[in-house]
């Protein structure tokens, strides 16, 4: 970790607003080159126009390519749109509109004017679905999520409100990248002028009352902060205070795309990750000021929970927290609703669930897996080990199928409130009764071919017969929960496990580990996982 993590950047440290859109409409992709081609991850094409990367033909191509995919699966219905505050967001905001009204979608965007969080235009899609129009409606949101301010993202949002599947995402970047190597022949554009607007901010606020308890957040007179670091939920924060007459102050209402009021992660770069004790130093530094104080990430798809007595919560911590709390005063769910978690979240949410009588659905990495469950109310809850995550209505009815970061934020603020502990507390409590799990991702050094042998990994590849100690109770590449592949690894002893994954944009695999015997133990963990699996891909 760099000594300037933590720290306030410098004027060294931030882009070029200028320079950085420029390039966005000055350079040209040669899709040739694997780096310049449309590529959808875990959550939508993502990078920055100076590496050529993030730029208008990659926009309007993409654009184009959603047209068609929606047209060819019968998406008739408006299509809602919102971004966020990325240098980047803008122009390709400005681009998409072109395509989409050149070819004749009917467009929703924010009626103020303003950012739209991941979660709101989430809740936009399935609100608008639910109400039978006949027809069916889907949305983008432009935004890299928590990514550093030289970046662009695009995410594709179908029907079901959540990040669309691979399935999908495959044909729009191939399609994408078919358009761009004609030339951008096919690609329609025109004056943005033809949309319709939607009041994404008054519709989402005005709901929270049906998930959210927050009469209690009202009457216990809690003092709450919210920082939204300088991201798309900026202008939500103040709407709930007013809407809900609660004690909240908007802790830093700036909003700037070079992120100058920052401090910075443990590579000295930029980033909105309300997970990050780094770039959540400054927020951190006020959490005597406040009974409950949170951070949102660009989208306010994340939540960082901060408390007096704890500081900044490992997000696994508030999950299990979270999941014990919702299981135990929701008494609308359904009585056999599962948790969802990704296979690399906590065991002790694992504990905690078998502890309320609940079944576990663990899935790979990505949010995508929860959609269907939360739709029909199979799965209550679903979270991510990197601060993402999203539940149910009181009544069991969905109520976004992508993560909610301003909702778990105001969860923390329920939970202090009716029960009269902070979500640190109540964790202090679970780790007595469950054990105290030591948890790290740490990255090692693998080649293209590497990766790719470890994406492939079949757990019966694995020939260890123990790790750190202890006998090796499971290997395998597909999750228990669903059964899909999880481009991995996951090893598992009695009070151990650690998973593998390639990651997508650099030369690293990842190794997640967590151990219930202590930090030494889980040193070890990871000192062998490495072994195992350079062992099982050589």
Known sequence: MSERAGTRALESDLIDVEGLVKAYYDLKPDVAVPAQRVVFGT??????????AFNEDHISATTQAIVEYRAGQGITGPLFIGTDPHALSGPAYTTALEVLVANGVRVLVDEFDDYVPTPSLSHAILAYNRA????????????????????????????????????????????????????????????????????????????????IDMQAIRTS????????????????WGAIRDRYEIDLVVVNPKVDPTWRFMTLDWDEKIRMDPSSASVMASVVAHKDEYDILTGNDADA????????????????????????????????????????????????????????????WEVPVGFKWFVPGLIDGSVAFGGEESAGASFVRFDG????????????ALLASEILAVTGKTPSQRYAELAEHFGAPSYARVDAAATPAQKAALAKLDGSMITATELAGEKITGA???????????????????????AARPSGTEDVYKIYAESFLGPIHLAQVQLEAKAIVDAAIA
């Open 397 to 408: 009815t969905v109520w976004t199928t992508d993560k909610d970061g301003i909702l778990l």
């Open 476 to 498: 395998f590449s597909v999750a228990p929960g669903n059964g899909a592949a999880i481009g991995g690894v996951k090893v598992t002893t009695e009070n151990a496990w650690f």
């Open 43 to 52: 959550s939508g094409h993502r990078g920055s126009s100076l590496n050529t």
């Open 132 to 211: 039978e129009h006949g027809d069916l409606a889907d949305g983008i949101v432009v935004t890299p999520s928590h990514n550093p301010p030289m970046d662009g993202g695009f995410k594709y949002n179908p029907p079901h409100g959540g990040p669309a599947d691979s399935d999908a995402t495959s044909w729009i970047a191939n399609r994408a990248n078919e358009l761009i190597a004609n030339g951008l022949d096919g690609v329609l554009m025109s004056e943005p002028s033809a949309v319709e607007t939607y009041d994404f901010r008054g519709n989402y606020v005005n709901d929270l009352e049906n998930i």
């Open 301 to 360: 798809d994340r939540h960082g929970i901060v408390t007096p007595d704890g500081g900044l919560m490992n997000p696994n911590h508030f999950l299990a927290v979270a999941i014990d709390y919702l299981y135990s005063h929701r008494e609308g769910w359904k009585p056999d609703a599962a948790v969802g978690k990704t296979l690399v979240s906590s065991t002790m949410i694992d504990r905690v669930t078998g502890f309320l009588g609940r079944d576990l």
């Open 221 to 236: 007179g809690i003092r709450i902060g919210a920082d939204p670091l300088g991201g798309a939920s900026v202008g939500y």
